[in-house]
């Protein structure tokens, strides 16, 4: 069975500092593509990254950093020097090869207060 | 490059109303998802089209719920009749790929209030 973990339901850190979400999916699949998605207070989900599961690279976008690891089964996510403007919910999703269905996490809300 | 368009962005009706709402796709895109997001049950896929055509729809929650994608262009959601547990965000969400996911393009959701 597919499922994804986001066991911090709410993160609240001071401005400038890095923070990391974590994600932990379970899959039976060798195939798979992971996904971080932003929803901001103003409510869109934005795209944020998509990961396949021969890939375990990590990956760096500006502030942005992504660790994944298949032995823990995790797909973790870096803030470094986090700014209020990253004050979102951030979802961690899944999806299996050939299936259009993305399993979401529960969600992360994360507050940065200046 | 315009975004996915969803109208209304409110909605606030009372139970038994029929309620539409609507959503603009970007062009070229050939699959088109309906999300529904509650506090309760988080996102939820409603239906998925491709190519114009309904794929999955067993999210549906049931008869009252309905959707329709006449063109490639252009998706509604119904809901007939409405009731009070129908309140949500639903989010209108297209995509490039089919079959594989890819990166899905969502509107900025449509807040549903029944009363």
């Known amino acids: 069975a597919q499922k994804v973990t986001q066991a911090q339901t709410e993160i609240s850190v001071v401005e400038k500092e890095d923070v990391t979400l974590d994600c932990v999916y379970e899959t039976r699949d060798t195939t798979y593509y992971l996904f971080w998605y932003k929803q901001p207070p103003s409510g869109e989900l934005v795209f944020l990254i998509r990961r396949n599961s021969f890939d375990e690279q990590n990956e760096i976008s500006g502030r942005y950093s992504w660790n994944f690891q298949k032995s823990t089964s995790s797909f973790n996510f870096t803030i470094t020097a986090s700014q209020v403007v990253d004050s979102a919910v951030y979802f961690c999703?899944?999806?299996?090869?050939?299936?259009?269905?993305?399993?979401w996490g529960a969600g992360t809300k994360l507050i940065i207060k200046p | 490059d315009a975004g996915v368009i969803q109208s209304p962005r409110h909605e606030v009706t009372e139970m038994g109303q029929e309620v539409t709402l609507r959503c603009k796709p970007i062009?070229?895109?050939?699959?088109l998802f309906w999300y529904r997001q509650t506090m309760m049950r988080g996102l939820e896929l409603l239906i998925y089209?491709?190519?114009?055509?309904?794929?999955?729809d067993s999210g549906m929650p049931e008869d009252r719920f309905s959707a329709k994608m006449p063109n490639a262009s252009f998706s509604t959601l119904k809901i007939q009749p409405s009731e009070p547990r129908d309140s949500a965000v639903y989010f209108c969400a297209s995509s490039l790929s089919s079959g594989n996911t890819g990166e899905l393009f969502f509107g900025e959701g449509s807040r549903l209030t029944v009363l």
């Open positions: 089209f491709n190519n114009n055509v309904p794929i999955d």
């Open positions: 999703a899944l999806s299996e090869w050939g299936n259009y269905q993305l399993i």
């Open positions: 062009s070229g895109h050939n699959s």
